[in-house]
């Protein structure tokens, strides 16, 4: 699979007048791409919370981000070194230590800890 990161500030439309910025989006169709940001959905979002961004992460973002399209969410949260991820394609939700491994479901094989790269 030939992805592609793109950290914030990048800007996904959600519609023609709003749009979102994710902390980090992968994203492999590489059609959805535009002058302007992504226009569609990405395979897999990233939002690192903070006491301040919470509620939109684990609420509206959430919400957002499925509606649209998104397979893959994940919010890291550093203050208690976990790590939720919700598989919208598979209907499942797990949460992680940072000190455990997190397989990528849309990365066939790929997983990840984050104690190791953080």
Not at 40 to 57: L, R
Request: with cysteine.
């Amino acid at each position: 699979m030939d992805c592609e990161v793109f950290p914030a500030p990048f800007r996904l439309f959600v519609d023609d007048k709003d749009c979102l910025f994710p902390d980090l989006s992968i994203i492999c169709d590489k059609n959805i791409l535009s002058d302007r940001g992504c226009e569609g959905a990405p395979d897999w979002v990233i939002e690192v919370t903070s006491p301040s961004t919470q509620n939109n992460d684990y609420m509206t973002k959430l919400f957002r981000y499925r509606s649209i399209g998104v397979r893959l969410y994940w919010v890291i949260n550093s203050g208690k070194q976990t790590v939720n991820v919700w598989d919208f394609e598979h209907g499942e939700y797990t949460q992680y230590c940072f000190s455990e491994s997190v397989s990528v479901s849309i990365c066939n094989g790929f997983a990840m800890c984050l104690d190791d790269i953080l």
